[in-house]
């Protein structure tokens, strides 16, 4: 119930957005709106205000359908406009009216990103301190000297000047940006003797087209640093044959010295029978593992079948009002770039297309950041309305892109496209987005049942 009710409070808030930000410019233009409807569909409700603006008459519906919405305003093109009001006409309007309008949709779902992130940043997100694990055997982190334990304290790409890091998922965002773009990352790094020294993570050999956990182990920064304790033990697990319990801490895998859950969880992916020293409470006991044989992305990996690792560090982050407005102007700007990229890295084959999403997997986010609480839900909001206003500026002919598309052309030509150019495009275009809707549906039903 509660994926189902965040789904759609998320698409009603997204959609009456969008279209509140065609509705407003075009009133603010001098454009007659006939109708503004969140929605498809059968009416659930209509309402129409008796006091509007001088040239207004719009009547505001309520769909039964909630995935999507639409602004009608006065036009020649779709029926007979009297004379006295043809100037209310949106066709009539001159160019830099006509683009605004449309442009308005995408803008406010951007500028209701920079909001919500700015919301988040206010009220502040408790996030993992920026603590290092061990890196993995063999990765570049490794290569570049690091052990675990290590604080960092900024981080930059390429040439930058340093940015400090306030926290884990601040580092592993921009690991993410260097890793798909191809640039190397230097980190300030504090240890305890508090001492700080800069370390470089050649990541432009990666030539990766999606970020995922594989990509991160061979970054080698895979999560911050825990404490290596025994959490849940599942039932009929190898833990739970064995006697391991949580709370149980792990002191040695054979003869080696276990410093952290990181450690700990790579000794168990070797699949290697071992002899483990834990202690537990106030006492010392040893036990004999032999993880079992489990295969992961092709590769057979040990399992023990329980929680490897204790809750992070965390710490509360948060900015002041107009730290917090810049903050969110900047995360919508660099979601903005990372999805036209990984956008344009589908078209050409360099990214996989299953990075696509539909409806399916938008709902069971939805519930997920709900169940986590209000910040979650606002991250997850942010980031679906900057995904709705980018998707909306590309220049396909039946999105608002490919409507400022025409209205470029009619600029330097001084000629509007013709009906017949328009007709072939649309169905271009409606062909194009019936593709994508058909490959993010295979890919939800694929994540689904697999």
Not at 102 to 114: C, F, K, S, T
Not at 160 to 170: I, K, Q
Not at 376 to 401: E, R, T, W
């Amino acid at each position: 119930m509660l994926t189902v009710l965040s789904f759609v409070v998320a698409l009603a808030v997204l959609i009456a957005v969008h279209e509140y930000g065609h509705y407003r410019v075009a009133v603010a233009c001098g454009v007659k709106v006939l109708k503004f409807s969140i929605g498809f569909g059968k009416t659930l409700y209509r309402w129409q205000p008796p006091n509007q603006k001088y040239g207004q008459n719009t009547e505001f519906v309520l769909g039964a359908i909630p995935l999507g919405g639409f602004v009608k305003m006065l036009d020649e093109r779709e029926g007979v406009v009297a004379a006295d009001e043809r100037h209310l006409a949106f066709n009539t309007q001159p160019l830099r009216s006509r683009a605004a309008i449309v442009a308005a949709g995408p803008a406010a779902n951007l500028l209701l990103a920079v909001l919500l992130y700015a919301m988040v940043s206010w009220m502040g997100v408790d996030e993992p301190r920026a603590i290092l694990a061990s890196p993995t055997v063999g990765s570049i982190a490794e290569a570049a000297g690091l052990r675990g334990g290590e604080q960092v304290t900024a981080a930059a790409m390429d040439g930058d000047a340093l940015a400090p890091v306030r926290s884990f998922e601040d580092m592993r965002w921009m690991l993410t940006q260097a890793a798909l773009g191809g640039h190397d990352v230097r980190l300030a790094l504090q240890n305890d003797t508090a001492h700080t020294v800069e370390v470089l993570l050649p990541l432009h050999g990666l030539q990766t087209k999606e970020v995922d956990t594989t990509v991160f182990r061979k970054i080698g920064i895979v999560g911050p640093w825990t404490q290596p304790v025994i959490g849940e033990v599942m039932a009929d697990s190898v833990a739970r044959k064995v006697g391991l319990q949580a709370g149980d801490v792990v002191l040695t895998v054979g003869k080696i010295v276990v410093v952290d859950a990181q450690q700990l969880r790579e000794l168990i992916r070797e699949n290697l029978p071992q002899v483990w020293r834990l202690r537990r409470g106030m006492q010392e006991l040893s036990v004999e593992v032999t993880p079992e044989p489990k295969l992961d992305n092709g590769v057979t990996v040990g399992r023990i079948g329980a929680y490897v690792g204790a809750p992070p560090a965390m710490v509360l982050v948060r900015y002041g009002p107009l730290e917090g407005v810049w903050k969110g102007a900047v995360r919508t700007w660099e979601v903005s770039v990372l999805t036209l990229r990984m956008m344009g890295k589908m078209v050409i084959g360099e990214a996989s297309l299953k990075n696509l999403s539909g409806p399916l997997s938008i709902a069971e986010y939805a519930g997920k950041s709900a169940s986590l609480g209000l910040t979650s839900y606002l991250i997850f909001l942010a980031l679906i309305s900057v995904s709705l206003g980018v998707l909306n500026l590309l220049p396909l002919p039946v999105l608002d892109g490919g409507h400022l598309m025409y209205y470029l052309w009619e600029g330097l030509t001084g000629q509007g496209v013709s009906d017949r150019w328009m007709e072939r495009l649309s169905r271009v275009g409606v062909a194009m987005l019936l593709l994508m809707m058909s490959i993010a549906m295979y890919n939800d039903l694929t994540r689904l049942f697999s």
